[in-house]
């Protein structure tokens, strides 16, 4: 395949185009299609990587089309973001037969590709541009439209960002973090950081300097004044939290999948000893009162017991008063946030003090099904290591109660199944 420079266009109507959401250039500035214009938001240049691989680079920036979080889900948005040389950025495109058009693959997921959201209703303006599972429709076909060296000067080189040195400490401060690494961190330089790194309108809140402190850590905080190497260093994976069993007590009295009131929900329950704690810094996304529910998700990727390396939500339900806690609230791994209680459907008494969690993949801002909140995806033991230097009492490491059967070919006997650091 040529290596073209130009405009990708639906194939459904190439009057419609791939294009930066309001013209924009700043990183984590969603695609869309939009009607043609030649803008510098439309303009591409597609960069063999080898092995069949391409950058879409976007001209103007120099940042490359790359997708939201580096999830691959179906619906999983693209967004304008630095190159990182992860899979998320590197995409494969397969001409149809007999056809001047392309389908475009993404590396994250063989089994899904760049698609045009409810395409089959036809083009339009700010139309949502997004990963969907392989299908022939003609909204998964592009078009790849040259336009001429005068209007579009040639991008063809790898894109050259200078990145900030990795910050291998362990202060939840992004001050403290650019101070110890020699780094101007007065507010007019983070406000500048920000801004090259798609934080807008900064203001100095926690969860802003937390992005940028993670950016930091991972050695992806882009250097506003290209002081350092011009590429990004590898990626210092120790940085990244490993999500703890969030309680001082591993007394679990009903495990997933029981008959009980656990049938088909994939969620236990602790009786946790004290104070349930945040078992990786996370923000409070969601809360119900009515059956003390709340959501809390990582600001980063953390690992999982089982090696897994992704976003990590936990559902907790029960605690009969959560007035103390707010969406949006960042809370740093470790810190004690919620209660054992007894709230159901409004009553702060209706069961005996427990905590319930559920465990979700990704980033959940909201429950996958509100009349079942406290259904979760995976196995705590698959997600939570236990970190024996806070929990420090085991009293049983979940067995079926007594009497009951499983549901969902589910382990009765979860000895064993836990991993601690």
Known sequence: MPTPKGIIASAADPNYVLDLSGGGANTYTYFQLYQR??????????????????LIIHKKSGKVVNVESGVSKSGARLWLYPWDSTPACLFRFFQVTDSDSYVIQNRISPGRILDVDNGHMGCYNNQRV?????????????????????????NDTTPQISYFPVYTGYSFSITTALKSLGIDSSFSFRTNIAQVNGISDYIGSSSQNLIMLNLLKHGQLIDPNGTYNSNPPEQNTESYEKAWFPAPVMHLTQIAYESYS????????IVPGGRVFAPFTGKVVYKNTRWGYVLLQSIDKVYYADGTLDYMTIGLMHDSDISDLYEGQIIPQGQVFYDAGGM??????????????GVFKGQISSPPNPSKLSNGEVFAYNAFFVNTSRTT??????????????????????????KDF
């Not at 656990?262 to 329950?269: A, E, L, Q, T």
């Not at 159901?344 to 969690?357: D, M, Q, R």
């Not at 009492?393 to 006997?413: D, R």
């Open 130 to 154: 997004q990963l969907w599972n392989i299908h022939d429709g003609i909204s998964a076909h592009w078009i790849l439209i040259p336009v001429s060296e005068n209007s579009t000067p040639s």
């Open 344 to 357: 159901g459907a409004g009553n702060p008494n209706a069961y005996a003090k427990h905590v319930e969690i």
């Open 393 to 418: 009492s085991i009293i049983n490491v979940g067995v079926m109660e007594y009497g009951n059967y499983m549901t969902n070919e589910a382990i009765s006997n979860w000895n064993g199944y836990w």
């Open 37 to 54: 214009n030649d803008s510098d938001a439309q303009i591409f240049t597609i960069k063999n990587m080898g092995d069949g691989w391409f």
């Open 262 to 269: 656990h049938k088909n929900s994939n969620v236990i329950d």
